[in-house]
């Protein structure tokens, strides 16, 4: 039997925008509501809840009270272990499911929504799954009549504030540790993309996490987002998103209860390219695929790209002959790789920050419009603007969208001091087959992943972070558990 089209499973797939709360599916208190817009072509998908602090506080309420009976975090190991493992054999059950979810709600192809956000998200989930039972606590060095103990504890209560650019894996990314930490959570994503993170909740329920565990309260930032922020009982807050809500978000967390608030924020990641790289074709595939992969809404996207002034027209030659693969087509065609730009306000922006390019002097050999206009959806083209100062907006502020901005270096110290004047701190690369300067070059780098020869290799296995206002506290691999749990000494006298 021949599988529907992905258009025709569009049309049928079920679209529920009411909150996760205690376990069922409800409206806001309020009753408001808010449209569901795709950016593929326009399309009303449905009405969302658009909760707010009334929400927010039953949320919470019903998250304190799963955590403090227990029914989750004094589970053990073992069982929660199982019950993980059994949400991401569903995740991978629903993979068609939540991928058109994923594709018709913000915009991505619908490739890389299954082959990319599904398959990574459930790997997330399970890992930390499996993880539960392989952790250790410590017994410290004591006196003969002492014995003390080290031990992690769940925080409690634990809101996670996502985006919309990879809404199920950064769903995936918080949920993960701060489940298998034994924490209940109230996750809200972001009102441009909340379907994914609603469907999660009721598979995390099917799979037998206990009702109230993980909540899930789509609505605005300002509204859902801040409560949350200043909510007394909630125990910590973890946050990706931009650097100014960043901000907010710290600033709230201490004019409340002084909750623990971990944040992963913007980035302006620099991708040098050395004379020496060991391969151009690679590190021109590498910077163009990075950047224009996602529809360039990526927080750590190569998008200052410095290339070295002896290989600088080689390289655009090559860049140029690359781009129109990456040339915007319909997300629910199979052979797409760059989709629809998540709404109106991000294309704006984009389409923005383009013509401050253009008006700065940079010049653009590619790209520079909007497209695809008469199928009611958002488009831009892949743009390359060359002979970029770093003084110029393009250079310095975060697009989040399909912007390469190619500045031409001489000396390798100096690409590195402009490649770190940034207050980012997200991710950075070095191409050169001199390994001694890699190394040195990579440790020069302020940024918390430096990749060497290659752009966008990653794991769930290595921590993902930034310095500076790129944000704190790490996701992913082991050390995102300490976010999600308190140390506590037991000192026994023997």
Known sequence: ?????????????????????????????????????????????????????????????????????????????????????????????????????????????????????????????????????????????????????????????????????????????????????????????????????????ELALEAGVPEGVFNVLPGYGDEAGRALALHMDVDCIGFTGSTRVGKQILQMAGQSNLKRAWTELGGKSANIVCADCPDLDAAVAGAIGSIYFNQGESCNAPSRLFVEESIREAFLDKALALIPQYAPGDPLDESTVMGAIVDAIQMKTVLGFIDDGKAAGARLLAGGHAARAETGGLYIEPTLFDGVESTMRIAREEIFGPVLSVLSFTDLDEAVRQANATPYGLAAAVWTADMSRAIRTSRKLRAGTVHVNQYDNDDITVPFGGYKQSGNGRDKSLHAFDKYTELKTTWIQI
């Open 1 to 201: 039997m021949t599988t529907p089209s992905w258009h025709v499973r569009s049309r049928t797939v079920h679209i529920d925008g009411r909150a996760v709360i205690e376990g069922r599916r409800v409206d806001a208190a309020s009753g408001a509501r808010f449209d569901n817009i795709s950016p593929i072509d326009g399309r009303i998908l449905g009405e969302v809840a658009r909760c707010d602090a009334a929400d927010v506080d039953a949320a919470v309420a019903s998250a304190r009270a799963a955590f403090e009976d227990g029914r989750w975090a004094r589970k053990p190991p073992a069982e929660r272990k199982r019950t993980l493992i059994r949400f991401a054999d569903l995740m991978l059950a629903h993979e068609d499911e939540l991928a058109l979810l994923e594709t018709l709600d913000m915009g991505k192809p619908i490739r890389y929504s299954k082959s990319v956000d599904v398959r990574l998200a459930q790997n997330c989930i399970r890992w930390y799954g499996e993880a539960i039972d392989k952790i250790y606590d410590q017994v410290a060095p004591s006196p003969q009549d002492s014995l003390a103990l080290i031990t992690r504890e769940p925080v409690g209560v634990v809101a996670a504030i996502i985006p919309w650019n990879y809404p199920m894996l950064m769903a995936a990314w918080k949920i993960g540790p701060a489940l298998a930490a034994g924490n209940s959570v109230v996750l809200k994503p972001s009102e441009k993309a909340p379907l994914s993170s609603l469907r999660l909740a």
